[in-house]
């Protein structure tokens, strides 16, 4: 994936491991090793670094067979995976996960690297495991059994200085010569249905007065196909996101574009919230009693 770079600000690198576990044969999900990890809010990169390695009796091993590893990702949620292509009942909805196959490039160890830009804040899970066993038969005793370990680590780097803003209230920015993006971000409270922004240049008229681009997308920076729109030669322009989850972040960021020579643009940026209270009842009512007509 494309990697969004800072926004000129200053960020932080958090690093995170987990213990290494032996991987087993594909039977069921029951047989994969399942990896938990945290992304922090405002994260703009997230690398996991996935090391696989053989040991037999104790040693490194050298002499056993290469063998695939494949890690599956996915955020919130552990990955639901098909490693057989079995067929899933009609109408069954089955989200999407990131996967990596690794192949040997030592003779006891190998690695590989998985990244994402701007990932979802919070839980993340790899799901890991070896090929499906093909009724492959030994006698336990006679020499010592290989095993595959892996170690997964991640990476994160995270911005410290997202500005906040203050719906309802506009915003003068602006981005210099050498800055082609800024991110900003506004906090959705419960019972809000829709958060619009609009962008505003400042100064000068003609096609080539705003050449900027707004984004917005929940919980996480948006990245190159996020909901956008190009102002062009309009000086006013506008984007919404309807239903937005409650209780989290919606990141909006303004750039330029990435080719031709960069100037400094200067405009106006303000965001509101459309949301609805719930129906509060009479202390002397019961709301069942409303809702069904009853005195």
């Not at 494949?70 to 955020?75: A, G, I």
């Not at 209270?277 to 202390?283: H, M, V």
């Amino acid at each position: 994936m494309p990697t969004p770079k800072p926004t000129g600000g200053l960020f932080l690198t958090d690093y995170s491991t987990c213990s290494p576990r032996k991987l087993s044969p594909f039977r069921s999900f029951a047989s994969t090793e399942l990896f938990h990890f945290h992304v922090p809010e405002d994260t703009f990169l997230a690398v996991w670094n996935l090391i696989i390695f053989k040991e037999q009796g104790g040693t490194f091993g050298d002499h056993c067979p290469d063998q695939s590893v494949t890690v599956y990702f996915r955020s919130g949620a552990p990955p639901v995976i098909n490693p057989l292509h079995t067929h899933f009942p009609g109408d069954t909805a089955v989200p999407g996960v990131f996967s990596l196959t690794l192949s040997w490039t030592l003779p006891n160890r190998t690695s590989g690297i998985f990244n994402v830009s701007s990932p979802l804040p919070g839980d993340w899970f790899l799901a890991a495991h070896l090929p499906q066993a093909h009724g492959h038969i030994s006698v336990k005793g006679l020499q010592d059994e290989c095993q595959y370990l892996l170690q997964p680590q991640l990476i994160v780097r995270r911005l410290l200085d997202v500005a906040v803003l203050v719906p309802g209230r506009p915003s003068e920015q602006t981005l210099s010569a050498h800055n082609r993006s800024a991110l900003y971000k506004v906090f959705v409270p419960s019972f809000t249905y829709r958060v619009s922004a609009q962008l505003v240049c400042v100064g000068g008229r003609g096609a080539s007065t705003c050449p900027l681009t707004l984004r917005l997308r929940p919980k996480a920076p948006p990245l190159h196909n996020s909901s956008s729109v190009a102002c062009g030669g309009a000086s006013v322009c506008q984007l919404e996101l309807a239903l937005p989850p409650w209780g989290h972040w919606v990141y909006v960021r303004v750039e330029t574009p990435s080719r031709g020579p960069g100037r400094t643009v200067r405009f106006q940026l303000c965001v509101w919230l459309q949301g609805q209270k719930p129906c509060t009842c009479p202390s002397h009512l019961a709301c069942a009693d409303i809702v069904t007509g009853k005195s």
